[in-house]
């Protein structure tokens, strides 16, 4: 089984070169986000109320994600350090898709690999699931051939979401924005002091 730092490593290595330089903001005829009862990577209880007053950047994915998770979330710090002193209003948010093999231990070492204020959050079947369906995140198993039962892939959307400091939705940034744009979109709205729809 191969190592998170092996697994940050090829994912960066192959996906970077691919990344688009401009994501376009997008309306959408429905709203993302709700309640949601988790656990952090310190084994502490969390929900979505402990975040209010910040900006949260929301992204699902797994630990052993091979390539798209890690390449978002290096994309995610990038575009943090581009805000400067602005990114001290946002909590970014990292959730498991993958509760079975995610533990908060496993989180902990996996987030730290990225940007400090990233927070890793799972939880139980039924409680990832629940934040998932907020979220409408796609996701399914996907058992590899010739592996063992703990060796398999998790087909998952992968979009961040930009929710406002009351919890509301207010931009979607699809996989592979470049962080250049992806602190544009933040910073337009932290400028606005944008509360949410």
Not at 54 to 60: A, K, T
Not at 73 to 91: S, T, Y
Not at 139 to 144: H, L
Not at 172 to 193: D, N, V
């Amino acid at each position: 089984m191969r190592s998170i730092a092996q697994l940050i490593l090829a994912g960066l290595f192959f996906s970077l070169a691919a990344l688009p330089a401009k994501a376009e903001e997008t309306a959408l005829p429905f709203q993302f986000g709700g309640p949601f009862e988790l656990v952090d990577h310190e084994g502490k209880p969390r929900t979505e109320k402990d975040f209010r007053g910040s900006f949260m950047l929301v992204y699902f994915g797994y630990t052993y994600c091979p390539d798209i998770c890690p390449t978002d979330l290096f994309l995610m710090n990038q575009a943090l350090e581009i805000l400067g002193e602005d990114a001290r209003k946002v909590q970014p948010l990292f959730i498991s898709v993958d509760p079975g093999r995610d533990r908060p231990e496993i989180l902990k070492e996996y987030v730290a690999n990225f940007h400090p204020g990233l927070i890793g959050l799972t939880g139980s079947e039924n409680q990832v699931r629940a934040a998932a369906k907020a979220y409408r995140v796609h996701r399914v198993k996907v058992p590899q051939p010739d592996e063992g039962e703990d060796d398999y892939l998790v087909n998952h959307s992968s979009l961040t979401y930009l929710m406002g400091p009351d919890g509301h939705f207010l931009s979607l940034i699809p996989h592979g924005t470049a962080p250049e744009r992806m602190a544009e979109i933040i910073g337009k709205y932290i400028s606005q002091g944008t509360a949410g729809s």
